[in-house]
């Protein structure tokens, strides 16, 4: 992601981009979960002040910015949102007793995180021309929307907690990495592979090209994801960390658990 020929302009699938990304964090992810657990407001408000202050006082003001819309300091605030949504919610669990009331404040609270995702994307994002300004401009609010949106769904009521964790909903997160991955690169060679060079080509066709080509899109994309998944990546998972020794939980790792099994 440092070089223009490497990132902006390679010849291969360019939602791989991410997997750089994620790479980057991955490396530094040791260090910054141990100042994490040492102070997590402080680490979560260090990292968001980082990477707003990377956002507004460089990023933006590179033309063209293309280079920078999505270098790792940008989602710093992201990945410190994250984190720090993963501890509160292991801390409720462990320290809050189950109320029906919390529910229905947390439900309220989803729904209310929904709208903002819904107004943020749908109705700003889409009148913007150049979107990558707009991306950096409101990724650390878009990312608190996320937030607040996920952990109050997981705390929500059961009806709600059901429509995103039933057996579809599952599966489909099971194999969603996968079918981000590949699914725009699959569409282009199905494109290409009915004589379409372009959009607009499948456009002029008529709707019912539309229609057939997305449908046979996004067949073929949920069975090459579920493919990789479930006969490629699961085994080689369970393969490399078969080489590691089983550890014991810690005792405060196994009294999570423990009151966690409980209040299921």
Known sequence: ?????????????????????EVQFYVLFPLLVKLFRKSPLLFWGTLTGFGALFIYQYALKQQPINMQVNQLPTFLPVFANGML????????????PYKRLWGVFFTALAI????????????????????????????IGLSLCFTLFLLSAALSLKPLRWLFSNPVARFLGAISYNLY????????????????????????AGTKMQIFLTVEALGLSLLLATVLTYFWEKPWHRWIMSWGRKEKPTPAQADIISESTERK
């Open 1 to 21: 992601m440092f070089r223009a020929d490497t990132y902006v302009y390679a010849p291969i699938n360019g939602v791989l981009w991410t997997v750089g990304l």
């Open 181 to 204: 991955l590949y699914h725009q690169r699959l569409i282009v060679l199905l494109r290409m592979s009915l004589g379409f060079q372009s959009g607009a080509d499948v456009a002029a």
């Open 112 to 139: 209310v995180g929904a709208v903002l995702i819904r107004n943020e994307i749908v109705s700003a994002q889409m009148y913007r021309e150049d979107k990558q300004i707009w991306q950096l401009e409101n990724r």
């Open 85 to 96: 949504a993963a501890y509160l919610f292991t801390l409720y669990c462990v320290k809050v």
